[in-house]
């Protein structure tokens, strides 16, 4: 009798040991996935804001005029670009999003969770990109970040 509690036991403990290492294996598999999304949208970022300069000073008008859009390869703003050859391909955030941000002066609202990369541009001279990082970087802070020409 004493061999059978001692048996469970054991199995217990195994049982006990490989459910936290699985655990633990997630949880460290899940930020490095995090941190490989914002490491692609930093590159997004850098191509989209490239394009843009480049499309200023090749465009009498400046810079493209939008009230605030999700950059997408089909429509608006990304399409301007790609049909003025400046981008071969629009980039979209690796976690595209079923619903478009809501905005407050050409901003993502903050707490938004939505990933886009998301423009806007009032004026001939400037525009806004913001996108959202999931965690902390050199490169930003976790949640929304915007950058300018």
Known sequence: ?????????NLLLAILIIGFIAVLSAVMFNGARMKAR????????????AALISYFHDSPIGYPYSSGECLKPDSGVGAELKAAGELSSVPLDPLWPKVVPVQVNGLPDAGQVNFCYFYYSDASDQFKISFFLESDSKAGRAGINTVRP
């Open 1 to 9: 009798m004493k061999n059978k509690n001692h048996s469970l036991l």
């Open 38 to 49: 914002d490491a692609v949208r930093l590159e997004d970022i850098g191509t989209i804001k």
